[in-house]
């Protein structure tokens, strides 16, 4: 739904239903243009996908702003407000992820003010806090667009004069991108997030007038890029994005840790979530970083050289995977700190191309793990297995490469520890930085021993970062915890470790805890009962989550004795 204007009819103010019309037709205007901003797509990888990257932000931000509208009817401030937050959620790719920060910086001046001085100070900050956002700021691509839009247009004015302004600010200095970059320069092309902002604010300029503009700064351009080289040859393998709560705090040492893993990184957002991307070899350190800053979620991971992307989430089959691998030997660095080698076969014959090995509470999933064909090892309560019992694991998994989910947090440096000795021994070892069983069922669910070590290992961490976890148990004493003073024999709702729910009864701390963690989304619940859990408990959460949460599958496993109550998992 858009607002129409009359004949020479120009809007005084930005309100709640402009803005709406504003993301409608941007998200419109990202459409007609995405195939030609693929095409032109050469900076800062030639991967073709700026336009398509674009078109789903604003897509992001147009379905936001639509769903409160659907609820009520929002002011400006709630509009703006959710036209940003959508972007942030929604975003991808470089370019998108520096819109959704643009958005966000409008949205902080539009929420106080509607007129032509609010909108060139909307401008100003945009601008200012995609710079931030960027570790590297470079000319000639979206942000100088951006701080083109906002000087061009800083003397304020009304809300025409100052759209108008903005616009042609863009789409000037778009026509000059192509003589700041020297890849732009020889492709013959301008930027192609640059010309994507353009269009928005061509989108812009068109609700406040109701006319289509046009500029000769935006015409006309190449069909297409000619590409000097695949993407991810000469730069690094993987895209990395994820959504992550965190405090500032460990926002600012991701950027730097982020920083020194790759390249053109972006980290935007604020207000405990962040929207996280980055370029690097390494994408499992990527999300570890993550992990070890906050709560990464949505993780997404391309592999620029591949044409098949690695998926997050849950796979199509669980319990599937074989330890053995196909036997091909994979001579590239994928970045991971691996020590590369065959290692040396002993007397058990020539070792497995590939094996996993999981760290498992209880009989039931080990015996389930090991169907998977994982090497198990088995953490008792108040037992966490020691350095020397992984290494003995690692060795026989007898395997020139192997991966190693911990489980738990609290072995995470136990298992580095241990993976570095058996990388000396000559064995590839990637620790994929589970702090739950939940996550590696996740992780071994997408296991595939056929495919590149590095992409199962990136596969894998997506599956494990894209797993909430919560665990139920019994409190043995008094204490005090995050949610309040509890007593001796209550039951504990731990969600990510922490103590979120305080009850009396397994069965209903268990369905609070499910409709927590589901309130923010989920497509698979996984439930992991143990021997001595409530009879019917695993039926009674099945049929809840069916009766409350429409479109959510439920699978259920039994972790046998020595597990907790019960484990929870969201993918």
Request: charged share 25%; aromatic share 4%.
């Amino acid at each position: 739904m858009s607002r129409a204007l009359q004949p020479d009819e120009e809007l005084v103010e930005l309100d709640a239903e402009a803005v709406r019309t504003w993301c409608a037709r941007a998200f419109d205007a990202l459409g007609r243009e995405r195939e030609e901003i693929d095409a032109i797509n050469v900076y800062p990888v030639a991967d073709g996908d700026t336009g398509t990257n674009l078109y789903l932000t604003a897509e992001a931000a147009h379905q936001a702003v639509e769903a409160v509208f659907a609820a009520s009817g929002p002011d400006t401030a709630e509009t703006v407000r959710a036209m940003a937050h959508g972007a942030l959620l929604g975003a991808r790719g470089n370019s998108g992820t520096i819109l959704s920060q643009l958005l966000r910086g409008m949205a902080t001046v539009l929420a106080d003010g509607r007129d032509g001085e609010h909108l060139a100070r909307a401008f100003a900050e945009a601008a200012r806090a995609a710079r931030q956002a960027v570790a590297h700021p470079v000319e000639g691509t979206i942000l100088t667009v951006a701080s083109a839009a906002a000087e061009a247009c800083a003397a304020g004015g009304t809300l025409v004069e100052v759209a108008r302004g903005a616009y042609e600010g863009a789409a000037t200095a778009l026509a000059a991108t192509s003589g700041q970059l020297d890849v732009l320069e020889r492709a013959g092309v301008v930027d192609a997030g640059g010309r994507g902002l353009v269009a928005v604010l061509g989108a812009l300029l068109e609700t406040v007038t109701g006319q289509t503009p046009d500029h000769p700064g935006t015409a006309p351009l190449p069909p297409a890029a000619p590409r000097e080289k695949c993407a991810g040859e000469d730069g690094p393998a993987y895209e990395v994005i994820y959504l992550l709560e965190a405090d500032d705090a460990a926002v600012a040492l991701l950027r730097s840790r982020l920083d020194a893993l790759g390249e053109s990184l972006v980290v935007v957002g604020g207000d405990g979530l962040w929207n996280v991307h980055v370029h690097v070899d390494d994408a499992g350190a990527a999300v570890e970083a993550g992990v070890e800053a906050g709560r990464p979620h949505r993780i997404r991971i391309t592999h620029f050289a591949s044409d098949a992307t690695p998926a997050p989430g849950r796979g199509t089959a669980r319990g599937t995977g074989s330890g053995s691998g196909t036997g091909d030997r994979y001579g590239t660095d994928d970045g991971y700190a691996y020590a590369c080698g065959t290692g040396d076969d002993d007397a058990r014959g020539e070792r497995a191309a590939r094996a996993i090995v999981a760290v498992v509470p209880g009989e039931g999933l080990a015996g389930l793990c090991a169907e998977a064909g994982a090497t198990t090892v088995r953490a008792r309560p108040g037992e966490p297995p020691a350095e020397n019992e992984l290494v003995e694991a690692l060795r026989r998994a007898h395997a020139r490469e192997v991966v190693l989910l911990p489980n738990d947090t609290d072995l995470r440096e136990t298992a580095a520890a241990a993976a570095e000795r058996v990388r000396a021994e000559g064995v590839r070892v990637a620790l994929v930085p589970t702090r739950a069983a939940v996550q590696g069922i996740a992780a071994l669910a997408v296991h595939e021993p056929g495919r590149r070590f590095d992409e199962d290992v990136v596969a894998m961490t997506a599956a494990a970062g894209a797993t909430r976890y919560a665990e139920l148990a019994v409190a043995e004493h008094r204490s005090f915890t995050s949610a309040g003073v509890c007593q001796a024999g209550d039951v504990l709702g731990l969600i990510e470790g922490d103590v979120a729910v305080i009850g009396q009864d397994l069965t209903e701390t268990a369905r609070t805890v499910l409709d927590r963690m589901l309130s923010a989304g989920g497509e698979l619940v996984t439930l992991v009962v143990a021997d001595d859990a409530p009879p019917g408990l695993a039926a009674d959460l099945e049929r809840h989550v069916r009766r409350a949460h429409l479109a959510v599958d439920t699978t259920t496993y039994h972790a046998g004795a020595e597990a907790p109550p019960l484990l929870i998992g969201v993918e």
